[in-house]
Nanobody, 131 residues
Framework: VQLVESGGGLVQPGESLRLACEVS????????????LVWFRQAPMKEREGVAA???????AYRVSVRGRFSISQDNDKNTLFLEMNSLNPEDTAMYYC??????????????????????WGKGTLVIISS
């Protein structure tokens, strides 16, 4: 099973980025079972934190600091996971990872799941917000 992120880069404050994660191998592994796909990020000298999540029936969850600015989605085939990030600020600078777990968001009371317990991880894509 492989998760492969892309779309990171250097942008100025206030600009937007769209991250993508190839998730077809996870979706085919879980098939008709329950699953959640999660975007995490880790800034230098900080702990990894959950940013946004989506599950197999389309429930979504966001951390408070990104609500209204970030949007998680999948393509129609559910093979690609996206994170649309708008109004970026320097505090959003981090390595962004996608991850997967075989539980839907109801298991997490519809909050962004913690990083512990994730079954699969990508290697990350770097996002830098700087003027």
């Amino acid at each position: 099973v492989q998760l492969v992120e892309s779309g990171g880069g250097l942008v100025q404050p206030g600009e937007s980025l769209r991250l993508a994660c190839e998730v077809s191998s996870v979706v085919s592994t879980y098939k008709n079972n329950r699953w959640s796909l999660v975007w995490f990020r880790q800034a230098p000298m900080k702990e990894r934190e959950g940013v946004a999540a989506i599950d197999n029936v389309g429930r979504t969850a966001y951390r408070v600091s990104v609500r209204g600015r970030f949007s998680i989605s999948q393509d129609n085939d559910k093979n690609t996971l996206f994170l649309e990030m708008n109004s970026l600020n320097p505090e959003d600078t981090a390595m962004y990872y996608c991850a997967a777990v075989d539980k839907d968001l109801r298991y997490y009371n519809e909050y962004v799941p913690p990083s512990s317990g994730m079954k699969y991880w990508g290697k990350g894509t770097l996002v830098i917000i700087s003027s």
